[in-house]
């Protein structure tokens, strides 16, 4: 039989929160409160990543198929934008993932299988043109 982490995360977490509260420090489930932790930041980062990623593969499609561009794509780009820059409002120490060469690589390579998934793109750069910081501007492109 496993911990209550096992069976029930909600209910550990709701037991964990208590505990807290209540300052019963001993009874804490420490390693497993500090990798709930550590996965919260990790989970903003990778909504970090997939929102980027979604606005690079609408910008790639735009760029490399610009015919098709139409209203649905550039609506995607600015809902995508809006939605990175209220998270990194939110969670400023995000930002600093903008300029970390693994995360732009990252954001890349995600934003071109979904392109070409979806395009039917092909030879495009293995590099992005464009820097994260450029793909932000509201008034790119």
């Known amino acids: 039989m496993g911990t209550l982490y096992d069976e029930d995360v909600v209910a550990w977490a709701e037991q964990q929160a208590a505990l807290l509260r209540s300052g019963q420090w001993s009874q804490l489930d420490i390693d497993n409160v500090a990798e709930e932790i ?16 979604v ?31 209220k998270l990194l409002r939110q969670t400023p120490s995000l930002r600093k993932l903008i300029t970390d060469p693994g995360f732009v690589e990252d954001v890349w390579r995600d ?19 464009w820097t994260l910081e450029k793909v932000l501007q509201e008034d790119w492109p």
């Open 111 to 129: 934003a071109v299988i979904l392109a070409v998934k979806e395009a039917s793109l092909a030879e495009l750069p293995e590099r992005s043109p």
């Open 38 to 53: 550590e996965d919260v930041g990790k989970s903003e980062k990778r909504a970090l990543c997939h929102r980027m990623a």
């Open 55 to 85: 606005l690079v593969e609408h910008l790639i499609k735009c760029r490399y198929q610009p015919d098709r561009c139409g209203a649905s794509w550039l609506r995607t780009i600015r809902e995508q934008r809006a939605q990175v820059l």
